[in-house]
């Protein structure tokens, strides 16, 4: 019984991965073509994210800025704060639901992309960090569970919503990671071509 409990965690995450890669194929080619946009022409990739995401938004910032799996330039990218830390401070003077928002403001300018990280859709931070990177003219990719739905209402033309097509929190947050590799990756290979093979 338990053997077949901990298999089925293998299936259902698998089966996940297959279903994911047919629906978020284009939209992640259209987050990825922004993004290199954005920093071939000067800009950097701001990332943010809610709950355990915050770590996901820290982990992808770190890739571009050092290295994913080849040896290149340092990209402009950065996580922003939003629980405990250096931020704290702010969160004490600013509404909870406003830190990111503040940060997004003080440091995002027109031309960069804001890339919003939700496994759980119970956010509302990360909605009024959206409406401040619409307001500083920067692109929104919004990276979400199936139920990220009030995330997507506030995303514009431009904007890209990459919907999980999951509700458990679980799940979505392993596809997640997935989800940056793959930008990672495209990213790369965008800038630098075809890697040969090992």
Excluded at 9 to 32: H, K, N, T
Excluded at 150 to 175: F, I, M, S, Y
Aim: glycine share 10%.
């Amino acid at each position: 019984m338990l053997e077949q409990r901990i298999q089925q965690q293998f299936f259902e995450s698998a089966d996940l991965q297959y279903q994911a890669a047919e629906e978020l194929s284009r939209p992640l080619a259209d987050a990825v073509q922004a993004m290199v946009a954005a920093l071939t022409n000067g800009g950097r990739v701001i990332a943010a994210g809610a709950g355990p995401a915050a770590t996901l938004a820290q982990l992808f910032a770190a890739s571009l800025v050092g290295r994913f799996e080849r040896e290149r330039p340092g990209l402009a990218a950065l996580a922003l704060g939003g629980d405990g830390g250096v931020w704290s401070a702010l969160a004490g003077e600013a509404e909870p639901q406003a830190v990111l928002a503040r940060q997004v403001h003080a440091l995002g300018v027109p031309g960069d992309v804001l890339l919003l990280i939700d496994p759980c859709a119970e956010q509302t931070a990360l909605v009024a960090a959206a409406r401040a990177a619409q307001s500083k003219e920067m692109t929104v990719v919004a990276l979400t569970g199936r139920e990220g739905a009030d995330l997507q209402r506030v995303l514009g033309e431009t904007d890209v919503w990459l919907a999980v097509p999951h509700g458990r929190r679980a799940r979505v947050l392993e596809t997640q990671l997935l989800v940056l590799h793959s930008l990672c990756d495209a990213i790369d290979l965008q800038l630098l071509g075809e890697q040969d093979p090992l």
